[in-house]
């Protein structure tokens, strides 16, 4: 295969053949690439203008800037897919600074071979969740790497945005009394991501819970600018991202098991294969920590938003200076909510 | 969750608790040894303990099939995967464990060896499948839970006639293990190390049944109730051997009626037959030699028997120095007596095995305990 068999899209046909080593050249290959691909789909007018950068006004108060690298096998998993993933990882971490996103930057790192067709689809996706959550992606970088070398695409995606005026929130500001919230059910993207990688049939399909969560921030910073805390809960889940605010804010947490939402067929996978729920990651989720005065409005407008219909108070922060975040079992004992160690393993018997 | 809730429920505990708080009897301890990792997990997980009163106290026993593996036999898997260039198939848990000089298989993959994370023996299987012109073995471990599947992807294997797959035959047997740690010096001069009834493992008894304990309790004096993995299990075991142990009883009762009966699964207990035979002698991390106390593969079947297979060395690998591991494994010792215990040896950097597996009794201590522990030079944070 060679750059010149990989045929491009005209007037909206999918594209056919695979990446090739020219794609990545910088020369005609790789501006065709970028014209019937990436400007066809994410077609706004900074990333039409061609230049090396996006140029545009700054806004008026402070600027967060965030990136995040994706890699994920496989790359199209219920629910979800890399690209999608892509544009929702990195403003949901602008958005935890209880930000407004404003733009994206996406970087490709393609492997040889990788069918375009399936890139297409990636981009496609791309596109329709930057389309859908009003961040346009505004410059970009494609890179190709040998086969072997990469796994199919990695996608870097960065993202700027601006804090509206009186909103104060970061991992440092949690203090003994506050009240912890989840906006809905842990566990989804990581049981759903499982299911797939280890060809894990589950009775019911479980689907990734990716999703863009700016809109529902905005409603919470604006009905509760008090807000401390938000966080949302990716890799290691709703307790290890609980021990690096604790930490950061050098506070304990005392969590209730029976109050923190886990959907039925998550809590099902998890029993069978031996996981803790507190420890799968989540795409489509986010940590709030405020003050107890304002809790139950806070919770109230969570729940208002449809990405925050599940939402739940699951503890409060306690003085410790250990930083230890406990929780009340179920079963009426009390035991530590530890950091993940490594990587959650299945038991063997 | 239906046929989970119910075996976790709060009033329930409450009345079980209760009913334990009046028939512990004040003025004696009881000191029962959950022989199983699943019961050590359980405990912490739900934090029994502190349902219990302070007289009843739980000493977690060696039933972890990654702790109980010596350093010698996770050396030779680190053999066959980098020396053999095999695909050495595993469970997850044995990934993490140290070998000697503190290799493990997570570093050999890393280091370029081809390990795979398997979720049954079928994967392997399926993997031998896939790969006609490269040898794969099952690195096989467990208790007798895990056995039966070893021996029935041996058998498909055969059946299927595969020249490229092995198993590399690491199966412990539990009743020998409880009648060594009862046999123990520390445990036969109890004034150093009193162990008064067993929990037995429930998983175990849904393939070997609870017969093959009688004797033991009867030999050894010492109740056995086989408990399930969920913790109003525990309790209700718990429960059990106080009362037996106040009745001045030593018998074999069955607290998971709903899974286990007096003969087990006589289906798996045939397949288990076919394939395996008793080792005279095999050496446990923690106990070390015990005649009877492992199965080895069958001649029928040593086509598939990695040990016959490829050439291994023998095993020499000593513990690490310091490391309490051996001593916590019989009960002679708890997590925190160690000197490494959360002093460069935690989960996430583990030294020795019961640090290893989330069912270890260092990591359960180190996971879900560790805030009972005073912190040195200050109170315990709880």
């Not at chain 2, 695909?87 to 000089?101: E, F, H, K, N, W």
Request: aromatic share 6%.
């Amino acid at each position: 295969m060679t750059a010149h068999d990989a045929r491009f899209s005209a007037a909206g046909a999918p594209l056919t053949g695979a990446v090739d080593m020219t794609h990545g050249s910088g020369g005609r290959a790789t501006a065709e690439l970028v014209r019937s691909l990436f400007l066809k789909h994410f077609d706004n007018p900074l990333l039409r203008a061609g230049n090396d950068g996006a140029c545009f006004q700054p806004p008026a108060g402070r600027l967060v800037m965030s990136t995040d690298a994706h890699v994920v096998s496989p790359l199209f998993f219920p629910g979800g897919d890399i690209g999608a993933l892509a544009v929702h990882g990195t403003i949901n971490d602008i958005a935890m600074a209880g930000a407004r996103p404003l733009y994206l930057s996406a970087a490709f790192i393609l492997e040889q071979g990788f069918p375009l067709a399936e890139l297409e689809r990636v981009v496609v996706s791309m596109a329709a969740a930057a389309s859908a959550a009003g961040v346009p992606i505004v410059t970009g970088d494609t890179k190709v790497v040998e086969r072997g070398k990469g796994d199919g695409v990695f996608i870097t995606t960065t993202g700027i945005g601006v804090v509206p005026d009186g909103v104060e929130v970061s991992g440092d500001r949690a203090r003994p009394g506050d009240v912890i919230l989840v906006s809905g059910p842990i566990g989804d993207h990581g049981v759903a991501i499982l299911s797939k990688r280890e060809n894990l049939a589950f009775e019911v399909e479980i689907c990734s819970d990716s999703a863009a969560l700016h809109r529902l921030v905005a409603s919470m910073v604006e009905a509760v600018p008090e807000i401390r805390v938000l966080r949302d809960p990716t890799r290691g889940g709703l307790a290890t991202t609980l021990n690096e605010i604790a930490q950061q804010s050098r506070v304990g947490m005392r969590l209730e098991e029976a109050a923190i939402p886990v959907n039925e067929g998550v809590r099902a996978a998890c029993e069978l294969l031996g996981l803790d729920p507190l420890y799968i990651a989540n795409e489509g989720k986010l940590i709030a920590i405020c003050p107890p005065d304002v809790a139950a409005r806070l919770l109230a407008v969570m729940r208002a938003h449809p990405l925050g219909l599940g939402s739940a108070v699951i503890g409060e922060v306690v003085g410790d200076p250990n930083a230890f975040v406990q929780m009340r079992t179920v079963f009426g004992g009390s035991r530590i909510v530890d950091w993940l160690n490594g990587e959650q393993l299945p038991r063997i018997c | 969750m239906k046929y989970v809730d119910e075996f976790r429920a709060r009033d329930l505990a409450e009345g079980l608790a209760g009913a334990i708080r009046r028939e512990a009897a004040p003025g004696r301890s009881y000191n029962i040894m959950e022989f199983c990792g699943g019961h050590t997990h359980a405990i912490f997980r739900y934090g029994v303990q502190d349902l219990m009163p302070s007289n009843v106290h739980y000493i977690h026993g060696p039933g972890c099939p990654v702790c109980v593996l010596p350093i010698g036999r996770i050396d030779n898997a680190l053999e066959l995967a980098e020396r053999h260039k095999v695909i050495l198939c595993t469970y997850g848990d044995m990934m993490r464990v140290p070998a000697s000089g503190r290799r493990s298989l997570l570093k050999a993959k890393a280091d370029g060896a081809d390990v795979h994370m398997i979720y049954s023996t079928q994967d392997a299987l399926r993997i031998a499948a896939e790969n006609p012109t490269r040898q794969v073995v099952l690195f096989a471990i467990g208790f007798e839970t895990t056995t039966p599947p070893t021996a029935i992807a041996l058998k498909a294997a055969a059946d299927r006639g595969l020249t490229n797959f092995s198993v590399f035959c690491n199966h412990v047997l539990t009743p020998a293990a409880i009648k060594e740690i009862v046999e123990s010096p520390e445990v036969r001069d109890s004034a150093r190390v009193a162990i008064d009834a067993f929990l037995g493992p429930s998983h175990v008894s849904s393939v070997i049944g609870s017969a093959p304990y009688e004797p033991f309790a009867k030999v050894y004096r010492r109740p056995v109730v086989i408990a399930g993995f969920e913790p109003l299990d525990v309790m209700q075991a718990t429960l059990m051997a106080i009362r037996q142990l106040n009745d001045g009883r030593h018998e074999v009762e069955n607290q998971y009626v709903r899974v286990v009966t007096r003969e087990g699964n006589r289906k798996a207990q045939g397949v288990v037959d076919e394939v395996f035979e008793l080792r005279p002698s095999f050496a446990w991390r923690g106990l070390g030699e015990v005649a009877d106390s492992a199965l080895r593969i069958r001649a029928e079947f040593a086509a598939f028997d990695a040990e016959r297979r490829f050439e291994i060395s023998p095993s020499t690998a000593r513990e690490p120095k310091s490391c309490e591991c051996p001593s916590i494994l019989r009960g002679a010792k708890k997590p925190t007596d160690c000197k490494l215990f959360g002093n460069g040896c935690t989960p996430d950097n583990p030294i020795g095995s019961c640090m290893v597996s989330s069912e270890g009794a260092c990591a359960a201590y180190w996971t879900y305990g560790r805030f009972r522990q005073p912190a040195s030079g200050s109170e315990a944070a709880a």
